[in-house]
């Protein structure tokens, strides 16, 4: 073997090390996580009625749960069915959490269709990149790494222009709900705090949403540097550094968003149980997650603060815009 090949086969062995040690942490990041909201998540959805949410929620919580177990680095390696069904669920994975990023959208850009829409297809290029490489994947036995799915495209195609038009596409998909969420939910949950509110739907929105969306926003970014940096070094291994993020970056996406909807269905369950409420802003999910409507809300002032004749206390803008939210 040339110094050059056995560099290479190095090369390869190092990646795949590295590759399987993160998958090993990611196996163990996600399975501590469902074991520590296991409670929650029985309590908050497997004994409630079904909707739209905990259908989103289930399937975001098991699909990259399943990914993961698939990828985790088990003594036998995987067979090429295991292969297929990697690339199949790891692309079905981005569904759910394209849903979740339109519907968010749709409902605090009050109801707009073009934006939820356009959320939704950025969001879903990672989908799009995955089953177009899936087309032209084929099984080789490689002397060195045995049975190995191959990719029949060119290499700079799945190495640096499939890897940056996914991740520009969901780095701006990110961007503009984190945009739209700062702009709808600000002011709220501001009023929300002042009142000494801290578990309602809008704060939860506005707290939620830009934790997660930041976070996305910055493991995309790194991806897509990484990818940049492949082809302006024209060294194809440089690319693994992106692929490294990919392995974390999914289960972290998933974990996200399932304490997202978890936080969300304590609050409106919460919500629920208020007796005394003053009346401040909504965000509406009708016929989105198909439950009943109910409003966002704040305890009223104490009685010496006073009460206006439309029912908000006197140091709330009574200008602020009413917008209906629904039970997930």
């Known amino acids: 073997m040339a110094d050059s090949e056995l560099a290479q086969a190095i090369a390869i062995y190092q990646s795949g090390l590295i590759g399987n040690y993160l998958a090993s942490g990611a196996t163990a990041l996600y399975a501590f996580e469902w074991m520590l909201t296991f409670d929650r998540e029985v309590d908050l959805f497997w004994r409630r009625k079904i909707t739209v949410s905990s259908i989103l929620f289930l399937v975001n919580r098991y699909v990259p749960f399943i990914v993961i177990l698939i990828f985790a680095p ?140 930041s976070v996305l926003t910055i493991l995309n970014v790194l991806h897509l540097n990484f990818s940049l940096l492949s082809v302006l070094d024209g060294n194809i291994y440089t690319s693994s550094n992106s692929s490294y993020l990919t392995i974390l970056a999914e289960p972290i996406t998933a974990i996200l968003i399932s304490r997202f909807l978890v936080d969300l269905q304590e609050a409106n369950i919460q919500s629920m149980h208020q007796d005394s409420i003053a009346s401040v802003g909504t965000l509406n999910f009708n016929r989105v997650v198909g439950s009943a409507s109910f409003h966002l809300s704040v305890p009223a002032e104490e009685p010496e603060v006073g009460i206006n004749e439309h029912g908000l206390t006197a140091d709330v803008d009574e200008g602020a815009e009413i917008v209906e939210v629904s039970r997930l």
């Open 74 to 213: 088990w003594q036998t390696p995987p067979s090429t069915t295991a292969g297929y069904m990697f690339f199949v669920l790891a692309a079905l994975a981005y569904v759910p959490w394209a849903v979740f990023s339109a519907l968010r959208a749709y409902v605090l850009s009050s109801k707009t269709w073009p934006v939820a829409a356009l959320v939704f297809l950025l969001s879903l290029a990672p989908v799009a990149v995955n089953y177009t490489s899936m087309g032209f994947a084929s099984t080789a036995i490689d002397p060195d790494f045995g049975c190995q799915v191959m990719l029949t495209l060119p290499e700079p195609v799945y190495t640096e222009i499939f890897p940056i038009v996914s991740r520009v596409s969901l780095f701006v998909s990110d961007l503009l709900v984190l945009v739209i969420t700062c702009y709808a939910t600000y002011r709220t949950s501001r009023e929300l705090r002042a009142l000494n509110q801290r578990r309602s739907l809008s704060s939860i929105l506005f707290r939620d949403g830009v934790l997660y969306f």
